[in-house]
């Protein structure tokens, strides 16, 4: 005689088991099925972190006909640092690296050529530059290191000619040494000023109150006259 209980199903896992359901993807006890929709569960498996690798590669040499030549010596070369690092198209052999081909900061290209931030990066070619720790302190910013002879044609390309850029030179020199002679007067007017104040405080206004009349101004010397009244003491002074 059968039996009319029914037999309890059994599912592979049970509702407390299952954490969440995404779409395709269902999470039981932290471990991730995706549906296939083919009737089965497929395991997820992390996907292993990316792992970046810095490939540093040089470039092939050049072919011979592809190969620069060199502006000194006309010989073609497959490799050159002045090249590698400036575009500059001299060999090793002929680098002369303290007199012809010789580097210059950005600070001294400045101020040496006149030139500005834009011309050395925004005008076009911007000029190639390497970076060096600064020798003075090391906590300072690197230092920018570009080839003096291309500092030298850039200037030619923004002050037209040599002639116009040693004309500016010199007056901006000029004003520089008006400016510190200016300086200078002023600092000795300041001084004969004060001699001739503690002169005056030291003799004459112990003995004597001067009584001045109205002063009078000497524009040969820039400065002003005034006599007393009294004594006919008469007191040259100047005016800041």
Same mark, same amino acid.
């Given at each position: 005689? @059968?039996?009319?209980?029914k037999?309890p199903r059994?599912?592979?896992?049970? *509702?407390? &088991?299952?954490?969440?359901i995404? *779409?395709?993807v269902i999470?039981i006890n =932290?471990t991730?099925?995706?549906?296939? =929709? =083919?009737g #089965? ?10 792992v970046?690798?810095?490939c540093?590669t040089e470039?092939?040499p050049?072919f011979k006909?592809?190969?620069?030549t060199c &502006?000194k010596?006309?010989?073609t #070369?497959?490799? !050159?640092?002045?090249? &590698?690092t400036f575009?500059f198209?001299?060999?090793?052999e002929?680098k002369d690296?303290?007199?012809?081909h ?9 101020k040496?050529?006149l030139l500005?931030d ?5 005008r076009?070619? !911007?000029?190639?530059f390497?970076k060096?720790?600064?020798p003075h302190n !090391?906590?300072?910013g690197d @230092? *920018?290191l570009y $080839?003096? $002879?291309q500092?030298?044609k850039?200037?030619?390309?923004v002050? =037209?000619?040599q ?5 500016e $030179?010199e007056k901006?020199e000029?004003k520089?040494?008006m400016?510190k ?6 600092q000795?007017k ?7 104040s503690s $002169?005056?405080n030291?003799?004459?206004a ?5 009584e #001045?009349?109205s002063?009078?101004y000497n !524009?040969?010397?820039d ?7 009294t004594?006919q003491y008469?007191?040259? #002074?100047?005016k800041m």
């Amino acid at each position: 005689m @059968m039996s009319s209980q029914k037999e309890p199903r059994y599912h592979p896992y049970s *509702k407390c &088991d299952v954490v969440s359901i995404d *779409k395709s993807v269902i999470t039981i006890n =932290g471990t991730k099925f995706k549906d296939t =929709g =083919g009737g #089965f569960l497929l395991e997820e498996t992390p996907e292993k972190a990316e792992v970046l690798t810095a490939c540093v590669t040089e470039e092939a040499p050049l072919f011979k006909d592809d190969r620069p030549t060199c &502006d000194k010596c006309n010989k073609t #070369f497959s490799k !050159s640092w002045l090249f &590698d690092t400036f575009d500059f198209p001299v060999c090793d052999e002929c680098k002369d690296s303290e007199e012809e081909h010789r580097l210059i900061t950005k600070t001294e290209a400045m101020k040496e050529y006149l030139l500005k931030d834009h011309d050395l990066d925004k005008r076009e070619p !911007s000029l190639k530059f390497i970076k060096r720790k600064n020798p003075h302190n !090391s906590h300072w910013g690197d @230092m *920018k290191l570009y $080839l003096q $002879l291309q500092i030298e044609k850039r200037a030619l390309e923004v002050w =037209g000619t040599q002639e116009k850029l040693e004309e500016e $030179l010199e007056k901006r020199e000029e004003k520089r040494v008006m400016a510190k002679s200016k300086k200078y007067q002023k600092q000795m007017k300041e001084l004969r000023m004060a001699v001739r104040s503690s $002169l005056y405080n030291k003799t004459s206004a112990a003995a004597h109150t001067h009584e #001045f009349a109205s002063e009078t101004y000497n !524009s040969d010397d820039d400065n002003y006259t005034r006599v007393c009244t009294t004594c006919q003491y008469e007191e040259t #002074f100047e005016k800041m």
